[in-house]
């Protein structure tokens, strides 16, 4: 009986993961693999990969409403709107187009109220990994 009292009070104290996605999120940085060897590759060092990989986030969002859609603008692309849900362990992020297309995945690393990280597939079986930060 203590131990599903103790179980209640503890998950009582987790943030709704849903709660904690719902606002707008800057992109702060994001690498992949390829990038980062092209920028070795050239002896690019970490001060001057910081200051290139400032200015392409400059403006990128995503931006996430309770009513399962979502805004984004990526790297200057144009601000798109979408359909979101989040899977029921908090690990997966599912999105679309509409709702008559299939979802795409996106894994989650972390989400909490300081930090989101996605994790997209990329070509060759490796991965973009996106890292925002909440506007407010």
Known sequence: ?????LL????????DKTKVLTRKWL???F?????????????ITSDRRNLVM??????SYV????DGTYETSILGSEPERL???LSENDSTLFVQKNAQIAPKTIDIEELTRQKLIMIIPDQDGEFT??????ED
């Open 54 to 59: 400032q200015k392409l986030v400059k403006g």
């Open 8 to 15: 209640g009070v503890l998950s009582a104290f987790q943030p």
């Open 129 to 134: 990994r996106m890292i925002f930060v909440p």
């Open 1 to 5: 009986m203590g131990l599903i009292i």
């Open 63 to 66: 931006h996430f409403w309770a």
């Open 31 to 43: 690498v992949t693999p390829r990038l980062e060897r092209n920028f070795q590759q050239r002896g």
């Open 83 to 85: 359909l979101w849900k």
């Open 27 to 29: 992109l702060a940085e």
